[in-house]
């Protein structure tokens, strides 16, 4: 391989890794922070029922913050009924969200912590380092209907927190992440900041003994451990290299790629014993599994219900019926446990083994493998000569329909289909409007109409209040009744709760509410995160600790003035860019000040990020405030989330 695609891997990885470790005043597992609702401190519990936590046993939260003692005393003590209560409003919100990871992205987030280190901060940064030493996974289960209570229990052995290894082998260029530390494993925290110490020399690091439940996104170093220890093998993909930015690679791939595509067409004329579709499929979906059988790369894109999962339902299915295997990987459980339900409603469940399954055994496995043996063995080779040929001459007239269908005709020149499409354009005459002259207009058959239309609506209204705010939308017969109804039903039981739960997860990450922000607020806060990533190609999140106004005037005073050399060290190691005009600097300093500026008026208790600019954030805001709009609601523009459902609360009807 070039010795130049070699460099580009190299530092391709390390951009890659710093993205996904984030070393920033953002990552809690360098920079902690207790939070008012998302994190369960220890401090001050009952010693006793810390130590059966430390030693594996399953502990109720409650009896962790004195509650045994509480219910003993004849005479309750008013401030430790306050701090129970607190605990419990605490553990569900850490509760919720590690059940949120479990059940959209297939990880557990949950730890038990041991020991913070610190140490002196970076005079250019504005975050004290606060980093638990050891973590512990936990698992933890409500108590009771209404969850009074949750049950804690270590479920593994102590862990070094490797994101603070890396990071510490970054700032002090030291080698913690490649050294074996079970020796230090044995000294506890004390023994390990100990080794530390010894490591850094000038610097003077110290451990306090805390003890914190909460919720930490400890899975993506397994994949930076990956990346780093596989550079050769990653540089021997085309793929990956172009992706890096390798020249030579992009051309090869591209021409490779270009070279024996399917044409649109293709599923029209493919043999039906070569076709090996289990799902329904249109053509641009049957193109995109022929593509992948090409061994073409491609990128999928559509919205929600354009059958993206059924597509790689059908492609699995076609690549495995050809003697090959498929790795299918998702940010998302859901979209795992999407493919596999439609696999195994058709059958073919034993394809799929699943790595990330909830409990997954060593047990399961191997009999889930001797299953998929037995009932692979087992299959009767049937005859479907007889049925493809049915469906041959189906297909055959179909092919010629849809050629008749689109066939331009004199003397208009226009298709069938155009003609079709050009009276659909002309308003129907089944509509009923009542105005001045309505009483002459109502036939009988007019009546009758109106009847129905009547019935329908009622009918269909479910458990909606007369007294709903949407009284008085306009509709005009049974079909839009029942559109009308089904969209409301769906506001209600589904699409409220669900970005309500989303903007709770967001929350525990803040300092603040978003109950009283408005939707407009919202979707600003999208589209300011995008702002901020877009911004984050000139410098990296580092610049968001520093104060940027401040920054600003400094560099508009004279170029070698103290005021702006002081200012322009202060920024360049935060520069993706070693040599930077002055006037573009100040520019671009001038824009993310800016940004800084926006974002602080939110007063959300973190530093600028692109927390909120995730599709699923941007699609539920916008999905609830078109909705509304949709149904006529007039207090679109000062409705707020906190008209959202909450637990207990009711909906809008």
């Not at 519990?45 to 046993?57: D, I, S, T, Y």
């Not at 990987?329 to 399954?357: M, N, P, S, T, Y």
């Not at 297909?395 to 269908?405: C, H, I, M, V």
């Not at 009758?448 to 005009?476: C, F, H, Y």
């Amino acid at each position: 391989m070039p010795q130049d695609r070699n460099a580009l891997l190299v530092k391709a990885v390390e951009k890659w890794s710093a993205s996904l470790l984030d070393m920033t005043g953002n990552n809690r597992l360098i920079y902690y922070r207790e939070l008012k609702q998302g994190t369960l401190g220890l401090t001050g519990c009952v010693p006793a029922e810390v130590e059966r936590l430390n030693n594996g046993e399953a502990v109720l939260v409650s009896e962790l913050f004195g509650a045994k003692a509480y219910r003993q005393d004849l005479e309750p003590d008013e401030e430790l009924a306050k701090r129970l209560a607190q605990a419990n409003k605490k553990a569900k919100a850490v509760y919720n969200k590690w059940k949120i990871y479990q059940e959209e992205k297939g990880i557990s987030i949950l730890f038990l912590t041991k020991g913070f280190l610190t140490w002196p901060k970076d005079p250019l940064k504005t975050s004290e380092p606060n980093a638990p030493l050891l973590l512990a996974p936990l698992e933890m289960r409500p108590v009771g209907a209404a969850r009074s209570d949750f049950k804690v229990q270590k479920i593994e052995d102590w862990q070094v927190n490797e994101t603070l290894l890396r990071f510490l082998d970054e700032t002090f260029e030291t080698n913690l992440s490649g050294q074996g530390i079970g020796e230090q494993l044995r000294g506890g925290h004390e023994g390990l900041t100990r080794h530390i110490d010894g490591l850094v020399p000038g610097t003077e690091f110290t451990c306090r003994p805390d003890q914190v439940i909460g919720n930490f996104t400890y899975t993506k170093l397994p994949m930076v451990r990956d990346l780093q220890d596989n550079i050769q093998m990653l540089e021997a993909h085309d793929l990956i290299a172009a992706i890096a930015g390798d020249a030579e690679a992009e051309s090869d791939l591209r021409e490779a790629n270009a070279s024996g595509l399917p044409e649109m067409s293709d599923p029209n004329y493919i043999p039906l014993a070569d076709e090996y579709l289990v799902l329904d499929a249109d053509s641009s979906q049957n193109y995109v599994i022929n593509a992948a059988i090409a061994n073409k790369s491609l990128v999928v894109e559509g919205p929600p219900g354009t059958g993206k999962s059924q597509t790689i339902a059908n492609t699995i299915a076609s690549l495995t019926a050809r003697g090959r295997s498929v790795l299918f990987v998702a940010e998302k459980r859901a979209a795992i446990d999407a493919v596999a339900k439609r696999l195994a409603a058709v059958g073919l469940q034993d394809l799929v083994f699943d790595l990330h399954a909830k409990e997954l055994k060593t047990k399961d496995v191997a009999q889930g493998l001797r299953a998929t043996r037995e009932s692979t063995s087992e299959v009767v080779q049937e005859d479907y000569k007889q049925r493809h040929k049915g469906l041959e001459t189906k297909r055959t007239a179909l092919l010629e329909y849809e050629k008749a269908l689109h066939k331009s005709h004199q003397p208009w020149d226009l298709s069938n289909f155009e003609v079709s499409e050009k009276l659909l354009a002309h308003p129907s005459d089944t509509s009923v409007a009542f105005d001045r002259d309505a009483t002459e207009q109502l036939t009988e058959d007019r009546i009758q109409t109106i009847e129905a239309v009547v019935d329908t609506w009622t009918s269909q209204r479910l458990d909606l209040e007369w007294n709903s705010k949407w009284i008085g939308t306009p509709v005009s017969d049974g079909t839009e009744a029942g559109s009308f109804v089904s969209i409301i039903n769906d506001l209600v039981t589904s699409l409220l709760p669900k970005t309500r739960r989303t903007l709770e997860a967001l929350e525990v990450e803040l300092d603040r509410s978003l109950d009283e922000l408005l939707f407009d607020e919202l979707l600003d806060l999208f589209e300011l995160s995008g702002e901020i990533q877009a911004r984050e190609e000139l410098f990296d999140s580092g610049v968001w600790t520093l104060d940027l106004r401040d920054i600003l005037a400094d560099l508009q005073k004279q170029y070698f003035s103290k005021e702006n050399r002081a200012a322009r060290h202060l920024l360049r190691p935060t520069q993706r860019m070693r040599v930077w005009p002055p006037s573009k600097l100040v520019a671009a300093v001038d824009k993310a000040a800016a940004l800084q500026g926006r974002w602080n008026d939110f007063e959300l208790g973190v530093t600028p990020s692109g927390l909120f600019h995730t599709d699923e954030f941007r699609d539920q805001v916008r999905r609830v405030t078109e909705t509304l709009a949709f149904l006529g609601d007039a207090q679109i523009e000062t409705l707020t989330t906190s008209t959202l459902a909450k637990p207990g609360g009711t909906m809008p009807n």
